[in-house]
Protein backbone atom coordinates (compact mmCIF):
# COMPACT_ATOMS: atom_id res chain seq x y z
CA UNK A 1 0.00 0.00 0.00
CA UNK A 2 3.24 2.54 0.69
CA UNK A 3 4.01 1.81 -3.10
CA UNK A 4 0.59 2.26 -4.23
CA UNK A 5 0.46 5.87 -2.48
CA UNK A 6 4.30 6.84 -3.61
CA UNK A 7 2.91 5.78 -7.44
CA UNK A 8 0.26 7.50 -7.35
CA UNK A 9 1.55 10.51 -6.14
CA UNK A 10 4.83 10.05 -8.64
CA UNK A 11 2.02 10.02 -11.42
CA UNK A 12 0.05 12.75 -10.47
CA UNK A 13 2.93 15.13 -10.26
CA UNK A 14 4.25 14.05 -13.41
CA UNK A 15 0.64 14.54 -15.20
CA UNK A 16 0.93 18.09 -12.99
CA UNK A 17 4.45 19.40 -14.09
CA UNK A 18 4.67 17.82 -18.01
CA UNK A 19 0.92 17.64 -19.11
CA UNK A 20 -0.02 21.27 -17.51
CA UNK A 21 3.35 22.64 -17.34
CA UNK A 22 3.78 21.97 -21.37
CA UNK A 23 -0.17 23.44 -22.03
CA UNK A 24 0.80 26.30 -20.22
CA UNK A 25 4.19 26.76 -21.89
CA UNK A 26 3.54 25.39 -25.70
CA UNK A 27 -0.01 26.51 -25.65
CA UNK A 28 -0.89 29.15 -23.98
CA UNK A 29 2.84 30.61 -23.75
CA UNK A 30 2.30 31.52 -19.86
CA UNK A 31 5.16 30.78 -17.40
CA UNK A 32 3.90 28.11 -15.40
CA UNK A 33 5.81 28.65 -12.06
CA UNK A 34 3.89 32.00 -12.26
CA UNK A 35 0.64 30.50 -13.07
CA UNK A 36 1.22 27.43 -10.35
CA UNK A 37 1.89 30.79 -7.85
CA UNK A 38 -1.23 32.13 -8.71
CA UNK A 39 -3.69 29.31 -7.88
CA UNK A 40 -2.06 28.08 -5.14
CA UNK A 41 -5.12 29.12 -2.47
CA UNK A 42 -7.28 26.89 -5.22
CA UNK A 43 -4.65 24.36 -4.65
CA UNK A 44 -5.22 24.16 -1.22
CA UNK A 45 -8.55 24.18 -0.64
CA UNK A 46 -9.06 21.48 -3.70
CA UNK A 47 -6.34 19.37 -1.32
CA UNK A 48 -7.86 19.95 2.10
CA UNK A 49 -11.66 19.61 0.83
CA UNK A 50 -11.15 16.64 -1.63
CA UNK A 51 -14.12 18.02 -3.54
CA UNK A 52 -14.29 19.88 -6.66
CA UNK A 53 -17.70 21.10 -5.63
CA UNK A 54 -16.36 23.39 -3.07
CA UNK A 55 -13.62 24.01 -4.71
CA UNK A 56 -15.64 25.63 -7.20
CA UNK A 57 -16.37 29.33 -5.75
CA UNK A 58 -12.21 30.06 -4.93
CA UNK A 59 -11.31 28.51 -8.31
CA UNK A 60 -13.63 31.36 -9.92
CA UNK A 61 -12.24 33.92 -7.82
CA UNK A 62 -8.74 32.62 -9.01
CA UNK A 63 -9.51 32.30 -12.50
CA UNK A 64 -10.90 35.72 -12.87
CA UNK A 65 -8.67 37.55 -10.54
CA UNK A 66 -5.89 35.57 -10.65
CA UNK A 67 -5.41 34.68 -14.16
CA UNK A 68 -7.34 37.48 -15.49
CA UNK A 69 -9.44 35.60 -17.95
CA UNK A 70 -12.60 36.70 -18.65
CA UNK A 71 -15.92 36.26 -15.95
CA UNK A 72 -17.51 34.43 -19.65
CA UNK A 73 -15.17 31.88 -20.20
CA UNK A 74 -14.78 31.49 -16.06
CA UNK A 75 -18.23 31.00 -15.69
CA UNK A 76 -18.52 28.37 -18.44
CA UNK A 77 -15.34 26.78 -18.14
CA UNK A 78 -15.17 26.16 -13.92
CA UNK A 79 -18.94 24.59 -13.76
CA UNK A 80 -17.84 22.10 -16.19
CA UNK A 81 -15.01 21.25 -15.42
CA UNK A 82 -16.02 20.57 -12.10
CA UNK A 83 -17.94 17.67 -12.74
CA UNK A 84 -16.32 16.08 -15.87
CA UNK A 85 -12.57 15.33 -17.09
CA UNK A 86 -11.11 14.09 -13.63
CA UNK A 87 -7.58 13.49 -14.67
CA UNK A 88 -6.71 12.25 -11.60
CA UNK A 89 -9.80 10.56 -10.13
CA UNK A 90 -10.84 8.61 -13.39
CA UNK A 91 -7.60 8.46 -15.31
CA UNK A 92 -4.58 7.94 -13.10
CA UNK A 93 -5.85 6.57 -10.23
CA UNK A 94 -8.08 3.04 -11.85
CA UNK A 95 -4.73 2.96 -13.86
CA UNK A 96 -2.87 2.44 -11.04
CA UNK A 97 -5.50 0.36 -9.07
CA UNK A 98 -5.50 -2.23 -12.21
CA UNK A 99 -2.00 -2.63 -12.16
CA UNK A 100 -1.76 -3.18 -8.51
CA UNK A 101 -4.82 -5.71 -8.38
CA UNK A 102 -2.97 -7.72 -11.72
CA UNK A 103 0.07 -7.92 -9.15
CA UNK A 104 -1.23 -9.04 -6.47
CA UNK A 105 -3.49 -11.92 -7.88
CA UNK A 106 -0.69 -12.75 -9.71
CA UNK A 107 -2.25 -11.83 -13.36
CA UNK A 108 -0.48 -10.89 -16.51
CA UNK A 109 -1.87 -7.88 -18.30
CA UNK A 110 -1.17 -8.40 -21.90
CA UNK A 111 -0.22 -5.28 -24.20
CA UNK A 112 -4.17 -5.34 -25.34
CA UNK A 113 -5.00 -5.34 -21.71
CA UNK A 114 -2.89 -2.09 -21.40
CA UNK A 115 -4.79 -0.28 -23.91
CA UNK A 116 -7.94 -1.25 -23.14
CA UNK A 117 -6.29 0.29 -19.51
CA UNK A 118 -5.93 3.42 -21.37
CA UNK A 119 -8.90 4.04 -23.81
CA UNK A 120 -11.83 2.99 -20.46
CA UNK A 121 -9.40 5.25 -17.87
CA UNK A 122 -10.21 8.18 -20.44
CA UNK A 123 -13.52 7.43 -20.88
CA UNK A 124 -13.78 6.77 -17.51
CA UNK A 125 -12.83 10.08 -16.36
CA UNK A 126 -15.14 12.23 -18.26
CA UNK A 127 -18.02 11.65 -15.81
CA UNK A 128 -17.08 11.71 -12.01
CA UNK A 129 -18.98 12.93 -9.29
CA UNK A 130 -17.08 16.33 -7.67
CA UNK A 131 -17.03 14.87 -4.30
CA UNK A 132 -15.21 12.83 -1.85
CA UNK A 133 -14.68 9.05 -3.40
CA UNK A 134 -16.21 9.03 -6.94
CA UNK A 135 -12.85 7.54 -8.10
CA UNK A 136 -14.43 4.02 -6.78
CA UNK A 137 -17.16 4.09 -9.71
CA UNK A 138 -14.38 4.58 -12.17
CA UNK A 139 -11.85 2.16 -10.70
CA UNK A 140 -14.97 -0.39 -11.31
CA UNK A 141 -15.10 0.22 -14.53
CA UNK A 142 -11.50 -0.77 -15.43
CA UNK A 143 -11.43 -3.48 -13.19
CA UNK A 144 -14.63 -5.23 -14.82
CA UNK A 145 -13.37 -4.11 -18.63
CA UNK A 146 -9.86 -5.72 -17.86
CA UNK A 147 -11.56 -9.17 -16.15
CA UNK A 148 -9.51 -8.15 -13.08
CA UNK A 149 -11.01 -8.93 -9.52
CA UNK A 150 -13.30 -6.00 -7.74
CA UNK A 151 -11.83 -7.05 -4.69
CA UNK A 152 -8.25 -5.05 -5.39
CA UNK A 153 -10.65 -1.93 -5.09
CA UNK A 154 -11.13 -3.29 -1.33
CA UNK A 155 -7.15 -3.75 -0.61
CA UNK A 156 -6.31 0.17 -1.38
CA UNK A 157 -9.57 1.49 0.24
CA UNK A 158 -7.85 2.56 3.72
CA UNK A 159 -5.33 4.52 1.79
CA UNK A 160 -7.21 6.14 -0.60
CA UNK A 161 -8.85 9.19 0.75
CA UNK A 162 -4.97 10.05 1.38
CA UNK A 163 -4.65 10.07 -2.38
CA UNK A 164 -7.92 11.61 -3.25
CA UNK A 165 -6.26 15.14 -1.46
CA UNK A 166 -4.01 14.61 -4.63
CA UNK A 167 -6.24 13.68 -6.96
CA UNK A 168 -8.37 16.28 -6.46
CA UNK A 169 -5.66 19.14 -6.25
CA UNK A 170 -4.94 17.82 -9.80
CA UNK A 171 -8.51 18.13 -11.18
CA UNK A 172 -9.19 21.47 -9.72
CA UNK A 173 -5.60 22.88 -11.78
CA UNK A 174 -6.96 20.90 -15.34
CA UNK A 175 -10.02 23.65 -14.67
CA UNK A 176 -7.53 26.42 -14.28
CA UNK A 177 -5.50 25.82 -17.29
CA UNK A 178 -8.69 24.74 -19.49
CA UNK A 179 -9.92 28.28 -18.86
CA UNK A 180 -6.79 29.74 -19.55
CA UNK A 181 -6.02 28.07 -23.11
CA UNK A 182 -10.21 28.56 -23.57
CA UNK A 183 -9.23 32.41 -23.26
CA UNK A 184 -6.50 32.27 -24.73
CA UNK A 185 -8.26 31.00 -28.06
CA UNK A 186 -11.32 33.64 -27.89
CA UNK A 187 -9.16 36.44 -26.98
CA UNK A 188 -9.92 37.12 -23.39
CA UNK A 189 -6.86 36.35 -21.37
CA UNK A 190 -5.28 39.74 -20.56
CA UNK A 191 -2.13 38.58 -20.86
CA UNK A 192 -0.25 42.13 -19.62
CA UNK A 193 -2.31 41.78 -16.19
CA UNK A 194 -1.44 38.20 -16.13
CA UNK A 195 2.25 39.34 -15.99
CA UNK A 196 2.16 42.26 -14.41
CA UNK A 197 0.74 41.45 -10.90
CA UNK A 198 2.51 41.33 -7.51
CA UNK A 199 1.53 37.90 -6.72
CA UNK A 200 1.86 38.61 -2.84
CA UNK A 201 -0.59 41.72 -3.35
CA UNK A 202 -3.45 39.66 -4.48
CA UNK A 203 -5.86 39.00 -2.12
CA UNK A 204 -9.17 36.82 -2.62
CA UNK A 205 -12.10 37.70 -1.21
CA UNK A 206 -13.08 35.57 1.69
CA UNK A 207 -16.91 35.48 0.94
Known amino acids: LGSVIVTSYVGLIVHF ?4 GGLLLLVAKVNPLRFFRKVYPMLVVAFTTRSSY ?3 PINLEVITKRLHVSPRIASFVAPLGSSMNFNGCGGIWPAIVAVFTA ?5 QLSVTDYVILVLVSVISSVGVAGVPGPATISTTVVLTALNLPIEGMAIVAGVESLIDMGRTAVNATGTTVTSVLVAQSEGEFDREAFNGDDDEQLELNPA
Do not use: G, K, R, S
Not at 103 to 107: C, D, L, T
Open 17 to 20: VLIF
Open 54 to 56: ATL
Open 103 to 107: EVFNI
